[in-house]
């Protein structure tokens, strides 16, 4: 997400004018989060030079935050109805089940005999899901190394319409076999679902939009309207995924999957085209960059320089402070990732919420975070004025949120307790950009890039461990508590918050020094 030549650092897209100021908005999702953590990369890594004479831009650059939003929209708007497909079709394909009993499961019209095929198909479903959950985190982590070379040499728009050319053949494959499957009774397998993954993955995935969205605001805008711009590429997504959630339900409930499938399809490759003609490249052909990083060697070189970055001595224990930090950001992303494999098949099989009630439950768990989040942000920042620490408040709250909310969920017993979880996680979004606030602070700006992309590359492996270890844990425990995998990610939360207690103590030996860096 190479080097640069005349080169201040590694992994990242050049930004063309100095002065970028952080700009860390709260992520809910795994979507969410890698655009974050593209920010953090980019506001890390404009090296200081001779800003550009300001030229004159065209209305039309302010068409990117729709396109996202677009995107984001097409994207929820398929992700339930496709994990309904997938146990659908490992009822009807994977078990031999008839259609019309399988048509029963994820339905309000539960019987001991759709109980007893739920819990036996789920496993079998939940393993087609990890394997389309590991092509999708493998491939572009890899990818994610080179996302910022490739942004310098060949500019920010052919990167970010490769992006959403993956989205979209995803979906038109994801449509043609839901078609087949509709015609022949369910009796297409599952795993072609993995196909469809797989020219996502390759070209990119949500690592290279990011990567490309935040350079292309970068490049056309400075000072405070950079920030305004920022805080607009984070609305889209939480009002695209909002709306994708809301319109899901309904739409699979009145039409089919293949339906659903090709209404993302479409909206992206609208999006594409009208991209093509509409958004103007930020990036100056004299301004790129005049080779593309290899391979092989390139990644090594590439890797050593990250960890060589990582791993020298700093002064203050700032090193271990920082391995603390950049710990916690992986520990909520390792849940986040591994929840998120399994928590549609929990609630139909705890619940049996159909995936219109699901996406309902969806629709408020982006709205309350992002909103009331929002709002508690102004409220305890208040604390700044009885404390030189109110950033590691917030990221303390927030796994506090986190951890009550894993905990409702793992322990509930009925329906509405779900929401009341939602009520209790309201400040989770706050974690990742407090505590990528802290790790800004406590390195020099020439470093920031090195050990964002680092944390980043480590966040984009991390499902294949998570999503792993998650399915393991949910089927072994379905036929008892299958709501124990909750309990696990609140165990998670609360070595966290030991972590932070840690820095706070490590922070208390030395508060002249560490007072700029949590205030």
């Not at 994990?83 to 009822?91: A, P």
């Not at 009208?274 to 990644?299: C, D, F, I, K, Q």
């Not at 309990?487 to 700029?516: D, M, Q």
Request: with cysteine; aromatic share 12%; proline share 4%.
């Amino acid at each position: 997400m190479n080097e640069e030549p005349h080169a201040h650092e590694n992994l990242v897209a050049k930004a063309q004018r100095s002065g970028f100021a952080d700009a860390e908005v709260a992520s809910t999702g795994s979507e969410k989060n890698r655009s974050s953590g593209a920010s953090a990369i980019v506001a890390g890594t404009e090296p200081p030079g001779n800003p550009q004479a300001s030229r004159p831009q065209s209305l039309s650059i302010y068409l990117l935050e729709p396109f996202i939003l677009i995107l984001l929209f097409a994207y929820n708007f398929s992700s339930t109805v496709l994990k309904n497909e997938v146990i659908y079709q490992s009822c009807t394909a994977g078990f031999g089940y008839p259609d019309s009993v399988c048509q029963l499961l994820g339905t309000k019209n539960v019987t001991n005999e759709t109980k007893r095929i739920e819990e036996q198909v789920q496993p079998y479903a939940a393993q087609v899901t990890l394997a389309m959950r590991l092509v999708e985190c493998f491939i572009p982590a890899f990818c994610g190394l080179f996302a910022g070379s490739w942004a310098d040499h060949y500019g920010r728009k052919p990167l970010l319409m490769c992006s959403f050319l993956g989205y979209g053949l995803q979906y038109l494959i994801s449509a043609a076999i839901a078609y087949c499957a509709m015609h022949t009774q369910g009796l297409v397998s599952p795993w072609w679902y993995v196909l469809s993954i797989i020219p996502l993955s390759c070209l990119g995935s949500s690592v290279t939009y990011s990567v490309a969205a935040v350079c292309l605001i970068a490049d056309v805008s400075d000072g405070r309207v950079r920030s305004y711009r920022m805080i607009a590429y984070e609305l889209a997504i939480y009002v695209g995924l909002l709306l994708g959630s809301l319109g899901s339900g309904y739409a699979y409930e009145a039409t089919d999957a293949y339906i659903v499938f090709s209404i993302s399809a479409v909206c992206i490759f609208t999006a594409v085209f009208l991209m093509a003609l509409l958004l103007p490249e930020s990036l100056p052909a004299r301004n790129r960059t005049l080779s593309t990083p290899s391979t092989g060697t390139g990644v090594i070189a590439m890797l050593k320089s990250l960890w060589s970055t990582y791993s020298k001595p700093r002064e203050h224990q700032n090193r271990f402070m920082l391995t603390i930090i950049m710990v916690v950001l992986l520990l909520t992303a390792f849940v986040s990732d591994g929840s998120n494999s399994v928590f549609y098949k929990f609630m139909r099989i705890k619940f049996h919420w159909t995936v219109k009630q699901f996406t309902e439950y969806e629709t408020v768990g982006i709205l309350v975070p992002a909103v009331a989040g929002s709002g508690g942000v102004l409220f305890i920042w208040s604390l700044r004025k009885c404390t030189n620490s109110a950033i590691l408040w917030l990221a303390l709250v927030s796994l506090l949120s986190h951890c009550s909310s894993s905990l409702m969920k793992g322990f509930a017993l009925e329906s509405w307790q779900i929401y009341v979880a939602i009520g209790l996680g309201v400040f989770k979004s706050l974690v990742n950009p407090m505590c990528r606030t802290m790790i800004t602070n406590l390195l020099p700006a020439d470093e920031r890039g090195k050990i964002f992309a680092l944390l980043g590359v480590l966040q984009a492996l991390s499902p294949l461990i998570s999503s792993t270890l998650y399915v393991a844990i949910y089927t072994r425990t379905l036929n008892t508590e299958p709501g124990i995998f909750n309990v696990f990610s609140a165990c998670l939360f609360g070595i966290g918050i030991i972590l932070l207690g840690t820095v706070w103590h490590k922070k208390s030996r030395n508060l002249v020094y560490y007072e700029p860096v949590f205030k």
